[in-house]
């Protein structure tokens, strides 16, 4: 009886481990990054803008866009 007491006792700790570490506090990112939001094909298709857009569009295009934008000033552009 005291093995089995001893293996549940182990099972809730792991258990709250990992309950603890899958689900974290969220943490207020207003101010600290950049909003993730889509280029809004409702106002027509500008490219430049549709460009401009990657840098809050998610992780990928936001990469991308910062490519952009470094590019650009090494051209000289804006």
């Known amino acids: 009886m005291g093995w089995t007491i001893f293996v549940e006792a182990m099972e809730d700790k792991l258990f709250a ?3 603890s570490t899958v689900f974290k506090e969220s943490d207020m990112l207003e101010g600290k990054c950049a909003k993730v939001e889509g280029y809004d094909f409702n106002r027509g298709v500008n490219y430049p803008e549709l460009l401009k857009s990657f840098v ?3 992780f ?10 470094v590019v650009n000033q090494m051209v000289g552009g804006s």
């Open 17 to 19: 481990d990992v309950h």
């Open 56 to 58: 809050c569009t998610g």
């Open 60 to 69: 990928q295009a936001s990469n991308l866009g910062e490519a952009i934008e």
